[in-house]
Each structure stands twice: as structure tokens, then as C-alpha cells.
């Protein structure tokens, strides 16, 4: 079995920052990308941010200037660092990842429970 975990999420103030961590633990030969998604209210998760095991990273046009995502591969855990925060990003957000498990080698997406960001006054 794999799980992802994801901890940080806060209620922050409007130019605030946080720093989210996804920890994944279980049968895991190996992970191939880890990632962040978000899903405000009444609108459909998307995309923030990826990072390949190789450190190839790839970001929401928008959100570049402002989030840095890092992959530490020895404990497994990517990080989402969020700097300038907008109240318009309030949302749940979701670590996912592609992790091959010991007993098949094959890679799977899996889904973190997600965390909540606030960001208002």
C-alpha cells in the first residue's frame, strides 16, 4: 500500500507564505513525479505544480513567480513553498504522485487526502 500526506495548510493573511510537505509512505520501489493540485469551492481542481524524480519541474503559468516545488527523494517527500498568498487561492490543496510499488514495478497515481489554505484578513 502507498499513502501520501500532506501537512502545512493554514490560515495565512492576504501576501502571507506557507511551505506544504507530501510525505509518501509504503511499498515504494519508486517515485516517478510527485505534484500539487487545488480545488477551490465551486471550481474544478487544477493543476499548481510538478516535479519529475530528475527534478524537471513544471508550473501553472500564473503561479511561477510566486511557488517552488522540491522533491527530497531520500525521505520521499515533495514541498510546495507559497509566497505572496491571494485570497482567490483559498482551496483545498492535493498532493499526488506517480510511485511504482515494490510488488508490480508499475507506476500509479496516487492521492493525498488534501490540506486547507485559507488566505484572508
Known amino acids: 500500500q502507498v499513502q501520501l500526506a500532506e501537512s502545512g495548510g493554514d490560515l495565512v493573511q492576504p501576501g502571507g507564505s506557507l511551505r506544504l510537505s507530501c510525505a509518501a509512505s509504503?511499498?515504494?520501489?519508486?517515485?516517478?513525479?510527485m505534484g500539487w493540485y487545488r480545488q477551490a469551492p465551486g471550481k474544478q481542481r487544477e493543476l499548481v505544480a510538478t516535479?519529475?524524480?530528475?527534478?524537471?519541474?513544471h508550473y501553472a503559468v500564473a503561479l511561477k513567480d510566486r511557488f517552488t516545488i522540491l522533491i527530497d527523494n531520500a525521505k520521499n517527500t515533495v514541498y510546495l513553498q507559497m509566497n505572496s498568498l491571494k485570497p482567490e487561492e483559498t482551496a483545498v490543496y492535493y498532493c499526488?504522485?506517480?510511485?511504482?510499488?515494490?510488488?508490480?514495478?508499475?507506476?500509479?497515481?496516487?492521492w493525498g487526502q488534501g490540506t486547507q489554505v485559507t488566505v484572508s484578513s
Open positions: 499526488n504522485a506517480a510511485i511504482s510499488t515494490i510488488a508490480t514495478r508499475t507506476s500509479m497515481w496516487y
Open positions: 516535479i519529475t524524480s530528475d527534478s524537471s519541474v
Open positions: 509504503g511499498n515504494i520501489f519508486r517515485i516517478n513525479a
